[in-house]
């Protein structure tokens, strides 16, 4: 799968994502400031969660996030909680794009929704940034790297978020969660793998009790991130729907998942490749920067962190491949996007096996 092609642009709203239009207009006219008709409404193809629409009028264009209709898994497609934490960290001067307004009432357009500006700039859908020239990805890793270690420098209680999540005893709840939700969702199917990182990410848990408890996003990887169009600087972030408190060493090695993934299928990866050639730092050298920004000596358990990482994943993959056999997966793309559970599965399985423990 091309997934530039397959996530680039807009497409026409399907069928059973399509709400009513002028109720929408309705809510805007009174809601954005400086709101101007006609409305215009087209879906982003990406998007594997929660629907995303581009709303276009002859003054500005927006941004729409929804939730999908139709059965949901208790705690999913958490749009509130998106709303809530770009606006506090867009506050607080971080690189979130800005809010207008968030409606819970499912009488509007059918489910609850926000709309944000579109903020101008590029999105990099390639972790080996392809469409950039040699010398200028180091920069831009710089950015990714500094932009992270910002979130993860805000003080919860500071921004308005001390009760954003529980925080403590972050990664140990996850694994619970995410193995739950794995177990739960019966259409999706078993996976062995994954059943067997159950048992080992039970089995192997660190004591994390000494992480400061931070504001994560937990999906932060570079086709969430709005670049710039002509220099090396993150403008947006985006995807918060994974946001909570908790353990920043767990959400940094998600972001190092790039270095241990290959690119292929759906995934997008840096496994296998000339990071030197491509002028890319080595996680090495990444892992040194993110550390020197945030004042730390390493970060402790790395090895548990990423296999940790690689099983949430293929949840989440999981779940998208359980959204498709109930039929109310947002993407398009979302049948190729599920057939990539086994071999993630596998790949996490054999960072398990490899990886160096206390």
Not at 211 to 235: K, L, S, T, Y
Not at 296 to 314: P, S
Request: aromatic share 8%; net charge negative.
């Amino acid at each position: 799968m091309d997934r530039t092609d397959a996530n680039t642009g807009t497409r026409p709203v399907s069928d059973h994502l399509a709400f009513d239009e002028k109720a929408l207009t309705d809510w805007m006219q009174a809601r954005v400031e400086g709101f101007g008709g006609p409305l215009t409404v087209e879906q982003f193809k990406g998007g594997q969660s929660n629907p995303t629409y581009k709303l276009v009028t002859p003054g500005a264009a927006y941004v729409l996030r929804r939730k999908p209709p139709g059965r949901l898994l208790p705690g999913a497609h958490a749009v509130e909680r998106e709303y809530r934490v770009m606006t506090a960290l867009g506050q607080a001067g971080f690189p979130a794009p800005r809010t207008h307004g968030l409606e819970e009432d499912e009488s509007v357009i059918g489910t609850p929704f926000f709309v944000m500006d579109m903020v101008p700039g590029r999105i990099v859908w390639e972790a080996h940034f392809p469409d950039t020239p040699a010398a200028d990805r180091g920069a831009h890793f710089d950015a990714m790297n500094a932009t992270i270690a910002q979130l993860h420098g805000f003080d919860p209680a500071a921004i308005g978020l001390a009760d954003y999540g529980k925080g403590e005893a972050f990664v140990a709840r996850q694994v619970a969660r995410w193995s739950d939700q794995y177990r739960n969702d019966i259409e999706a199917g078993r996976v062995e793998a994954m059943d067997r990182l159950v048992d080992w990410l039970r089995d192997n848990a660190p004591d994390r009790s000494a992480e400061p408890v931070r504001v994560i996003h937990g999906d932060f990887r570079c086709d969430n991130m709005i670049f710039d169009a002509a220099q090396p600087r993150v403008r947006a972030v985006l995807d918060w729907e994974l946001s909570t408190l908790g353990d920043p060493g767990a959400d940094f090695a998600y972001h190092l998942l790039m270095y241990r993934m290959p690119s292929a299928g759906s995934f997008t990866g840096l496994l296998g490749r000339d990071l030197a050639d491509l002028g890319i730092p080595s996680e090495e050298d990444y892992v040194a920067a993110y550390c020197e920004r945030t004042g730390r000596d390493g970060v402790a358990d790395l090895d548990y962190l990423i296999v940790y990482n690689m099983f949430r994943l293929a949840a989440i993959v999981h779940g998208i491949k359980g959204r498709v056999a109930r039929g109310n997966a947002s993407s398009a793309h979302a049948v190729e996007t599920a057939k990539a559970l086994e071999p993630l599965a596998e790949l996490a399985w054999a960072n398990a096996k490899a990886a160096r423990l206390p």
